[in-house]
């Protein structure tokens, strides 16, 4: 009987063991994608917002308005000017979840609802629309909200009244209004030069949200506030306010801050286009030089998604706390390193960029970080950074890539 015990204790410490060798606590990483541009049906490659509604998905781009089925997988209709769209660009989008109308937000044309296969059209000479050039669209119960480079505006569609907010009556140092959200009934505005703005529905106040340190060049004291003034997003989600800034990312649960930039390791970029949050622990921000996604706030675990333009192949890079610790090399990910505009949809990601529309696919998703091998996924190319130190991982990991699936 002894032998037999010491067996199988031995076969039990090589179960236990031989996962754990190489393992690490470590986000999902998306590696099967799909790519929508021109050659697939969208009117153009620039993407300026991108709007999950159920099993659809709207993509607003430089020169027309795409509607993509998500079952099919194939873009469906499409709208340009000659087909009725009161304006080329379309820079954002919102969906009415009581009627289905979806409101979009025109660069230059003002604010378009399309309803019934219908399109109507506000702008400055027909409403109380503060200005044409729409960044920002949002639905708030019977009231739409637009931000404007002059303003915000808010719209009821039920009465048709309109409301103007800007410095004479908002806390707007700036009046340069890049997105605006609503959730949990709180409207919130990215206010170029302005940090962000919160206006409670209920009671109608209004909080602001900025960099206290007072210094326009740097962030002088780190996790006192919003990284820098200049916000070009935010997105309120779980009691959590995730902020995108020409000068880095900021999450704030309500009591504490927590700053990120590319200083740090982690953000693949200062310059962030625009923000997206999934939960309270992670957050997708949208930058000039790829897609960051902060996977365990307010820790600094990231997943970093770029395109090779010499190769097209994709890349995702996986830091903590400034160290990367996985180089994943992949067929494709990103049309293009210059993301936009992002929505989640279930466990996938609509990533809009500067050429073309990318799908990342979540089989096996799983939030916040696991116990998994190292490279997973396969060691990055040759020739990129770490690659030697992965080749000899994997080496001595004994196929961990072929062991781990998916």
Same mark, same amino acid.
């Given at each position: 009987?002894?032998?037999?015990?010491?067996?199988?204790?031995?076969?039990?410490?090589?179960?236990?063991?031989?996962?754990?060798?190489?393992?690490?606590?470590?986000?999902?990483?998306?590696?099967?994608?799909?790519?929508?541009?021109?050659?697939?049906?969208?009117?153009?490659?620039?993407?300026?917002?991108?709007?999950?509604?159920?099993?659809?998905?709207?993509?607003?781009?430089?020169?027309?308005?795409?509607?993509?089925?998500?079952?099919?997988?194939?873009?469906?209709?499409?709208?340009?000017?000659?087909?009725?769209?009161?304006?080329?660009?379309?820079?954002?989008?919102?969906?009415?979840?009581?009627?289905?109308?979806?409101?979009?937000?025109?660069?230059?044309?003002?604010?378009?609802?399309?309803?019934?296969?219908?399109?109507?059209?506000?702008?400055?000479?027909?409403?109380?629309?503060?200005?044409?050039?729409?960044?920002?669209?949002?639905?708030?119960?019977?009231?739409?909200?637009?931000?404007?480079?002059?303003?915000?505006?808010?719209?009821?569609?039920?009465?048709?009244?309109?409301?103007?907010?800007?410095?004479?009556?908002?806390?707007?140092?700036?009046?340069?209004?890049?997105?605006?959200?609503?959730?949990?009934?709180?409207?919130?505005?990215?206010?170029?030069?302005?940090?962000?703005?919160?206006?409670?529905?209920?009671?109608?106040?209004?909080?602001?949200?900025?960099?206290?340190?007072?210094?326009?060049?740097?962030?002088?004291?780190?996790?006192?506030?919003?990284? /820098?003034?200049? +916000?070009?997003? $935010? !997105?309120?989600?779980?009691?959590? *306010? #995730? @902020?995108? =800034?020409?000068? &880095?990312?900021?999450?704030?649960?309500?009591?504490?801050?927590?700053?990120?930039?590319?200083?740090?390791?982690?953000?693949?970029?200062?310059?962030?286009?625009?923000?997206?949050?999934?939960?309270?622990?992670?957050?997708?921000?949208?930058?000039?030089?790829?897609?960051?996604?902060?996977?365990?706030?307010?820790?600094?675990?990231?997943?970093?998604?770029?395109?090779?333009?010499?190769?097209?192949?994709?890349?995702?890079?996986?830091?903590?706390?400034?160290?990367?610790?996985?180089?994943?090399?992949?067929?494709?990910?990103?049309? /293009?390193?210059? +993301?936009?505009? $992002? !929505?989640?949809?279930?466990?996938? *990601? #609509? @990533?809009? =960029?500067?050429? &073309?529309?990318?799908?990342?696919?979540?089989?096996?998703?799983?939030?916040?970080?696991?116990?998994?091998?190292?490279?997973?996924y396969g060691p990055p190319a040759p020739g990129a950074p770490g690659a030697e130190a992965a080749a000899g991982h994997a080496e001595g990991g004994d196929g961990a890539a072929e062991d781990e699936g998916r």
């Amino acid at each position: 009987m002894k032998p037999r015990i010491a067996l199988l204790m031995a076969a039990l410490a090589v179960l236990v063991l031989v996962p754990a060798a190489g393992a690490e606590e470590l986000p999902y990483v998306y590696t099967k994608w799909k790519h929508f541009t021109t050659e697939d049906g969208l009117p153009n490659d620039h993407i300026y917002s991108v709007k999950v509604d159920g099993p659809r998905v709207w993509v607003g781009t430089e020169d027309g308005l795409a509607l993509i089925d998500t079952p099919s997988g194939k873009v469906v209709k499409t709208w340009k000017e000659e087909d009725g769209l009161p304006w080329r660009a379309v820079t954002a989008i919102d969906v009415d979840p009581n009627t289905g109308d979806v409101w979009l937000g025109l660069f230059g044309g003002g604010l378009a609802r399309l309803s019934g296969g219908r399109f109507d059209h506000w702008h400055q000479l027909n409403s109380g629309l503060v200005n044409d050039v729409v960044y920002g669209v949002a639905v708030e119960h019977d009231n739409v909200w637009a931000a404007t480079t002059a303003g915000a505006s808010r719209y009821n569609t039920r009465t048709g009244e309109w409301a103007i907010f800007t410095e004479k009556n908002a806390p707007m140092e700036e009046i340069w209004n890049y997105g605006v959200d609503y959730a949990d009934g709180k409207i919130h505005l990215a206010v170029w030069g302005s940090g962000v703005l919160e206006f409670d529905v209920a009671t109608e106040r209004w909080k602001e949200y900025v960099d206290p340190d007072g210094e326009m060049e740097i962030d002088l004291y780190r996790d006192d506030g919003i990284n /820098h003034v200049i +916000t070009t997003g $935010a !997105d309120f989600v779980d009691g959590v *306010l #995730w @902020v995108s =800034t020409y000068f &880095g990312g900021t999450r704030y649960d309500g009591r504490h801050w927590k700053g990120y930039a590319e200083q740090d390791g982690g953000m693949p970029s200062d310059f962030v286009n625009f923000v997206k949050g999934r939960s309270a622990q992670e957050a997708l921000y949208c930058t000039d030089k790829g897609l960051g996604i902060i996977t365990d706030g307010p820790g600094d675990t990231w997943v970093v998604y770029t395109r090779d333009p010499d190769t097209g192949r994709g890349r995702a890079r996986v830091t903590k706390s400034g160290e990367v610790v996985e180089l994943v090399d992949m067929p494709i990910s990103l049309t /293009h390193s210059f +993301t936009i505009a $992002a !929505d989640i949809d279930g466990n996938d *990601l #609509w @990533v809009g =960029t500067g050429e &073309g529309l990318a799908l990342a696919i979540g089989e096996g998703y799983y939030p916040g970080l696991r116990e998994r091998r190292l490279y997973a996924y396969g060691p990055p190319a040759p020739g990129a950074p770490g690659a030697e130190a992965a080749a000899g991982h994997a080496e001595g990991g004994d196929g961990a890539a072929e062991d781990e699936g998916r």
